[in-house]
């Protein structure tokens, strides 16, 4: 089953802006995670965020969730060619023992 | 260095012939699990192991076997690969299992990928 879906499904943008990227679930969930996937390569943490959590920091990246609305984004500032990719959202059923992915959304920064 | 070591990396094989895909982790993680990547559909579970020695399906286990004889390795079988088994595959790893919150709890460590096609 498919819990995760990213939207939108490819974003073009110019070096120095932001990114912002959405992902939107279906059951309840304790975790959300978000990864990012060179092309073909394998995926990459990047960050974790607990359903009693609203907002978290990584660095240029910042994760919301929102449980009543079941979505979180994922927002990438001054962006970087280097951050050219795929990310994808994670989540895990409520707590289920399996962690199900979303379809993933390509990001391209040009420079 | 930890890592998530897969092999092959690439295979080009016929149908109907047995093949392994061998997947270790020297991190001493419990959880280890398989997907596949095909276009348009994201990753898909195949199979998962919370520990030694137990093992579950994911969303599309058919037409594989895993098996998780040490903590360390997971391999996975296709015992009569299929055209349609063509595709991309991670193993991943975690620390977690259940009584540490499960796979959603931590990062997953994935390795860099086994691309198959099947001819």
């Known amino acids: 089953s498919q819990q995760g879906e990213e939207d939108p499904q490819a974003l073009s943008i110019q070096e120095g802006e932001n990114a912002t990227m959405n992902c939107s679930y279906k059951t309840s969930i304790n975790n959300l995670q978000w990864y990012r996937q060179n092309s073909g390569r394998g995926l990459v943490h990047l960050i974790l965020?607990?359903?009693?959590?609203r907002e978290k920091h990584s660095g240029r990246l910042r994760v919301t969730l929102d449980t009543s609305k079941k979505s979180s984004s994922l927002l990438i500032t001054a962006s970087r060619a280097a951050d050219t990719a795929s990310y994808f959202c994670?989540?895990?059923?409520?707590?289920?023992?399996?962690?199900?992915f979303g379809k993933g959304m390509k990001l391209t920064v040009n420079p | 260095e930890a890592q998530v070591t897969q092999n092959p990396r690439y295979l080009i094989t016929v149908t109907g012939k047995k093949l392994t895909v061998t997947c270790s982790q020297n991190?001493?993680?419990?959880?280890m699990s398989w997907y596949r990547q095909d276009p348009g559909l994201g990753l898909r579970q195949i199979y998962y192991?919370?520990?030694?020695?137990?093992?579950d399906k994911g969303d599309v286990p058919e037409g594989y076997k895993v098996s998780r004889k040490e903590k360390r390795n997971f391999p996975l079988i296709l015992e009569s690969p299929s055209p349609n088994q063509t595709s991309l595959y991670f193993c991943?790893?975690?620390?977690?299992?259940?009584?540490?919150?499960?796979?959603?709890?931590?990062?997953?460590?994935f390795g860099d990928g086994t691309r198959l096609s099947i001819l």
């Open positions: 991190m001493n993680h419990e959880y």
């Open positions: 965020i607990r359903s009693n959590e």
């Open positions: 991943a790893s975690s620390l977690s299992g259940l009584h540490r919150g499960g796979p959603g709890n931590q990062p997953q460590h």
């Open positions: 994670a989540t895990d059923e409520g707590g289920s023992e399996k962690l199900v």
């Open positions: 192991s919370m520990n030694v020695e137990v093992t």
